[in-house]
T-cell receptor, first 110, second 114 residues
Framework: EDQVTQSPEALRLQEGESSSLNCSYT??????LFWYRQDPGKGPEFLFT???AGEEKEKERLKATLTKKESFLHITAPKPEDSATYLC???????????FGAGTRLTVKP | DSGVTQTPKHLITATGQRVTLRCSPR?????VYWYQQSLDQGLQFLIQ???????AKGNILERFSAQQFPDLHSELNLSSLELGDSALYFC?????????????FGPGTRLLVL
């Protein structure tokens, strides 16, 4: 069965303390892996799509990477405004179904 | 503001009823996605339409149906509602920038089934 697992569930960082969030997946026929950020009570905000192993994408302090089994979202020198829940999803299969992980709740303290 | 609009913002109804949620995509976006987010099941993908045609299908119940109209707005119909259908329902529209697809989410419709 297709599975998407995110770790850690929660992460507390000091401002400027770089770290990585993990999204591991077991799916057949990966079509794309997506990263989103979601603030409480709001809709998700799209961050990146990765399509193939070895691909990397960057946006401000965020960098996403993809291997055949997992993706990392690296956060460099985070700021308090980076505090949010980060979600990953994989799209795979004949129906192009998307499966979401449970998310990582990131808190960045000033 | 993402440019994606959803109506209504809030909806309270009773079990067994039927409701329709509406989504207007950003101008020019051909693709619409529907998602359900509940506390116990997290964010779940329901269905995607592209220019009026179903493009992808997720964990959508048979009691739920969706369509995308010629003007590209989309509706999600939920029938025979159950308590467990209470959730936030998001739609997103997407655009291709080169080979990259970027999704823009609406603010959501909060559905409460009593």
């Amino acid at each position: 069965e297709d599975q998407v697992t995110q770790s850690p569930e929660a992460l507390r960082l000091q401002e400027g303390e770089s770290s990585s969030l993990n999204c591991s997946y077991t799916v057949s026929g990966l079509r794309g892996l997506f990263w989103y950020r979601q603030d409480p009570g709001k809709g998700p905000e799209f961050l990146f799509t990765l399509y193939s192993a070895g691909e990397e994408k960057e946006k401000e302090r965020l960098k996403a990477t993809l291997t055949k089994k997992e993706s990392f979202l690296h956060i460099t020198a985070p700021k308090p405004e980076d505090s949010a829940t980060y979600l990953c999803a994989v799209q795979a299969g004949n129906n192009n179904d998307m499966r979401f992980g449970a998310g990582t709740r990131l808190t960045v303290k000033p | 503001d993402s440019g994606v609009t959803q109506t209504p913002k809030h909806l309270i109804t009773a079990t067994g009823q039927r409701v329709t949620l509406r989504c207007s995509p950003r101008s020019g976006d051909l693709s619409v996605y529907w998602y359900q987010q509940s506390l116990d099941q997290g964010l779940q993908f329901l269905i995607q339409y592209y220019n009026g045609e179903e493009r992808a299908k997720g964990n959508i119940l048979e009691r739920f149906s969706a369509q995308q109209f010629p003007d590209l707005h989309s509706e999600l119909n939920l029938s025979s509602l159950e308590l467990g259908d209470s959730a936030l329902y998001f739609c997103a529209s997407s655009t291709l920038q080169g080979a990259e697809e970027t999704q823009y989410f609406g603010p959501g419709t909060r559905l409460l089934v009593l």
